[in-house]
Structures are given as structure tokens and as C-alpha cells.
């Protein structure tokens, strides 16, 4: 290993770029202590969700490294070289040809367990007394591991928790709390995880007021889903052999709902698309609906404007024709072109008297149709 000094801008700048558990493993750090380096230097990290964002081409928000002048601004780490060992010892490849899968390998000691084993062991440990001893075993409203079995099995419950959490972390996933239990954070989605063990009904003679008792058989059996219907048990091979089959049905069923879910996007959107072209639609015949009733409106009064200067001209000449151009005659005529004026949409003259409000209303009586006597 070699040593290497990271300034908390080229910390950020790495873990945007590759998840946490690709750099713990270069840096021959683990996952926990790793992240707690993180926290402390107050630089944001990738939800669960982020790296299968990016997997399956949708889009992520990068957000911006916080100016923060009270934390460490760089740190020295120690960089694996060629021959250092692997930071996840209970995960190994083998060779098939060209191609490599993962052979997954619970131990049978736990050794440096995850931070979220480590909670549930205390939390049983501490409560080892109480409910593990009775029928009440899953917990739910709690952020501990949904392990349902005996105390005195726990230890292999642990283990095999254990080596799932470390290879979904590995590959890039994440582990968090529902209000259904533990999930798995796979391709954005929470996929429910549950290891339980069997009771059957145990064979004693009873009578007509007896109850039915259980019993422990010590074979488990690990739920898998968001409504636990997928399922690995204990049989010929133990679960411990089946770890690569827990991990498959995990992220098919995460793919499933994933490919669900962007079907149901693309169906919304195009939803959304097609009421946005609608009420375009929509609006846009109101809006000329509306405009047209104003030309209508705008037209009719230039025309009204118009018949009643016309009269205004006949009424002046045959006045003048007659000699009744009197002052009192054009007091009225000057009032009158005023009021014409002001009506005119084409001159929109100002008055003293009427307002703008009133010339939609001036001849609304004159306009309305009387009402049938019956």
C-alpha cells in the first residue's frame, strides 16, 4: 500500500464518480469507516438509488460540494497495490473460460461486520430475555434487521445477513428500513428482506379446548419481495450455499418493479402530454372566442359610433337649413359628438361622466329581448 493525500474536492469529485464500495476497496478501507470520513468532512454522497440511475439511462442531479471551513479539508488514505488483500474476504471469483462470477462464501466466524449487523446483534443481545423467547419475534417499527428466529440461532442469522449485505453494498446497492422491515435499495426500488425460521405444528394430544402449539424446526427460510412471495429455504443445501440465488431474485424482482415503474412514466408523461395538448386546445378556442367577441363588440360600437354621427350631421344640417341653429342647439351637439367620441372605439374619448365599464352596459336593456308573457 501506498500512501496518498485527498483533498476533500477530489473526495467529492471520487465518489460521484464510482460508488463508496469501490473506493473503500482501493483504499484498502472499509465501507463504514469510509463513510463516516464522509460525514465528517461534510461532502454529500450518492443516494442508494443514484448508480442505477445511471445504469439504466436516466437522468441524476449532481449537487454542489457545501463551502465548510470547520472540517478537515483533506485526509491521507492508503491505496491498495498489486498483491494487497481484498477488503471483503468472504467474497471471491473463480474462472469460467473468459467469463468470472462471484462465489459468495458465508463465514463461518463473523468478522468485521457491517454497521447494521453489529445495531441488530446489540439490539438482540439487549432484548435476548424477552420477546426472542416467545411468538413474538418480527419487529416491525423498529430499524433493526428482520431476523426472526431463536436466540440460540442468531449467530448464523448474522452471518448469513451478513455476507448479503456485503455483496449488495459491493455491487453498488444499498440497505434501508421500510415500514414493512428491512429493504434492499436495487435499481432505486425497496425490495423487502426477511430471514425467518420454520415452526410447524407440534404433534400432541390435545382436546377440544386446546390450542395448536409450535415448534422450532431450525431450517430457515429467507423472504424476498415487497410482498414476500418469492422465497430461499433451507433444504438437501443450506442457505448458506444459496447466497447467489438471494442476490439474483433480489435484483430481478428490483428490475421487474424498475421496468415497471418506467413503463408507468412513460405512460404518465404521455398522459400528461396529451391533457397539455388538450388544454392548449382549449385555451387557445377560448382565448379566440374571446378575442372574436371583442372584434364583434369593438365592430359593432364603431358601427353604432358611426349611424349616430351620421344623424348628429343630418340633424345639424336640417337645422341649419331651417334657422334653428340656436346656442342651446349647438350646447347639444357638442355634448352629443363628445359622448360619440367616447363611445367610438376608434377615438376612445374621455368623459366626465360615463366610464369604460359602462359602455358594454349602456344599451344592454335596449338589446335584450322582451320576456314572453307566458
Known amino acids: ?37 464522509y460525514i465528517d468532512m461534510n461532502i454529500p454522497v450518492p443516494d442508494g438509488g443514484h448508480w442505477s440511475k445511471l445504469r439504466w439511462g436516466k437522468p441524476v442531479t449532481i449537487p454542489i ?17 498489486p498483491g494487497d488483500p481484498d477488503i471483503i474476504s468472504d467474497i471471491h471469483e473463480k474462472e469460467e473460460g473468459c467469463n468470472t462470477e462471484p462465489m459468495f462464501i458465508v463465514p463461518q466466524k463473523l468478522t468485521n461486520p457491517d454497521i447494521l449487523i453489529t445495531k441488530a446483534k446489540a439490539f438482540f443481545e439487549a432484548h435476548k430475555g424477552g420477546f426472542l423467547g416467545t411468538n413474538i419475534r418480527f419487529l416491525e417499527g423498529e430499524d433493526v434487521l428482520s431476523i426472526d428466529v431463536r436466540y440460540v440461532n442468531l449467530g448464523r442469522a448474522l452471518r448469513i445477513f451478513d455476507t448479503v449485505i456485503k455483496i449488495l453494498r459491493s455491487k453498488g446497492h444499498d440497505i434501508s428500513f421500510g415500514w414493512k422491515g428491512t429493504v434492499a435499495v436495487i435499481y432505486g426500488q425497496e425490495i423487502g428482506m426477511r430471514l425467518r425460521e420454520k415452526y410447524k405444528v407440534a404433534e400432541k394430544p390435545k382436546d377440544r379446548y386446546s390450542t395448536r402449539e409450535l415448534e422450532p424446526t431450525g431450517r430457515f427460510t429467507f423472504l424476498i419481495g415487497r410482498h414476500f412471495d418469492n422465497s430461499i429455504n433451507d433444504g438437501r443445501k443450506l442457505i448458506e450455499e444459496k447466497i447467489g440465488s438471494i442476490i439474483s431474485k433480489l435484483e430481478a424482482e428490483a428490475k421487474q418493479w424498475y421496468d415497471w415503474h418506467l413503463e408507468s412514466e412513460i405512460r404518465e408523461k404521455e398522459r400528461q402530454e396529451q391533457l397539455r395538448i388538450e388544454k392548449e386546445a382549449r385555451d387557445r378556442k377560448e382565448k379566440e372566442l374571446s378575442d372574436f367577441k371583442s372584434l364583434y363588440i369593438l365592430a359593432n360600437r364603431l358601427h353604432q359610433a358611426n349611424i349616430m354621427r351620421n344623424y348628429l350631421s343630418l340633424i345639424e344640417a ?28 376608434l377615438i376612445c374619448g374621455e368623459d366626465d361622466t360615463f366610464s369604460e365599464e359602462d359602455k358594454s352596459k349602456i344599451f344592454q336593456d335596449l338589446t335584450q329581448r322582451p320576456t314572453s308573457p307566458h
Open 1 to 37: 500500500m501506498k500512501e496518498i493525500q485527498l483533498t476533500r474536492e477530489e473526495l467529492f469529485e471520487m465518489v460521484w464518480r464510482e460508488p463508496l464500495t469501490v473506493i473503500s476497496t482501493r483504499y484498502h478501507i472499509t465501507y463504514q469507516e469510509l463513510r463516516k470520513i
Open 318 to 345: 336640417n337645422a341649419n337649413m331651417m334657422g334653428l341653429n340656436t346656442e342651446e342647439f349647438e350646447h347639444w351637439t357638442d355634448w352629443a359628438r363628445r359622448k360619440i367620441d367616447w363611445y367610438d372605439p
Open 65 to 81: 460540494l457545501p463551502l465548510n471551513t470547520s472540517v478537515k479539508q483533506d485526509i491521507v488514505l492508503f491505496e491498495s497495490e
